[in-house]
């Protein structure tokens, strides 16, 4: 079992909904928790970082962290065309650790 | 500022050849990383420095060795290249220590395929 869980997707949402990405983590010494983009052929850049239970909000993003059931989601409000990217989740014990990425398809 | 910088950004490589990738930071960043990323498997650990003149393995160090040469600079190395390593390179630096609240800023990648 990989320590850090996504679904690959791809998720197809239409442009102005919102956009619900998952991610769950098996060690539960994680204690700070990270959302990257990656566009395609580009590396990752950070875009959330969240670190105690409840939500955090950034803009049209909002992070959310259960670490009694070790979740952790992003959602992103009025998705636009340029949101279309893979999102990767990372949780950190020590070293830093990545779930496969989600696809998301933002269609207009 | 040119943040995080890899070499050579392509590279194609024979069974058993060697090669070593290059990266530097000049964001005065405690420590740095070597990800390695293939399709549908995200990015994986390879090795990690948390410090000038430390080095760890990650969760799939084998066939790689690294060199923290200095505060800026972190290589990795294939002594001898196999298929199973195509793939695309990230190194990436922090300015945390590892255990603490990690923000990565990652080079653009290096692309290499071994024939």
């Known amino acids: 079992q990989k320590e850090v869980e996504q679904n690959s997707g791809p998720l197809s949402v239409p442009e102005g909904a919102i956009a619900s990405l998952n991610c769950t983590y098996s060690?539960?010494?994680?204690?700070?928790f990270f959302w990257y983009r990656q566009y395609s052929g580009k590396s990752p850049e950070l875009i959330m970082s969240?670190?105690?239970?409840g939500d955090k909000e950034d803009g049209r993003f909002t992070a959310q962290l259960n670490k009694a059931s070790q979740y952790v989601s992003l959602l992103i409000r009025d998705s636009q065309p340029s949101d279309s990217a893979t999102y990767l989740c990372?949780?950190?014990?020590?070293?830093?650790?990545f779930g496969q990425g989600t696809t998301l398809q933002v269609k207009p | 500022n040119a943040g995080v910088t890899q070499t050579p950004k392509f590279q194609v490589l024979k069974t058993g050849q060697s090669m070593t990738l290059q990266c530097a930071q000049d964001?005065?960043?405690?420590?740095m990383y070597w990800y390695r990323q293939d399709p549908g498997m995200g990015l994986r650990l390879i090795y990690y420095?948390?410090?000038?003149?430390?080095?760890d393995k990650g969760e799939v160090p084998n066939g790689y060795n690294v060199s923290r040469l200095n505060k800026r600079e972190f290589s990795l190395r294939l002594e001898s290249a196999a298929p199973s390593q195509t793939s695309v390179y990230f190194c990436?630096?922090?300015?945390?220590?590892?255990?603490?609240?990690?923000?990565?800023?990652f080079g653009a990648g290096s692309r290499l395929t071994v024939l």
């Open positions: 990436a630096s922090s300015v945390s220590g590892v255990s603490g609240a990690n923000v990565l800023t």
């Open positions: 060690d539960r010494g994680s204690q700070s």
């Open positions: 969240i670190y105690s239970n």
């Open positions: 990372a949780a950190q014990t020590g070293k830093l650790i």
């Open positions: 964001m005065n960043h405690n420590s």
């Open positions: 420095s948390a410090s000038e003149g430390t080095t």
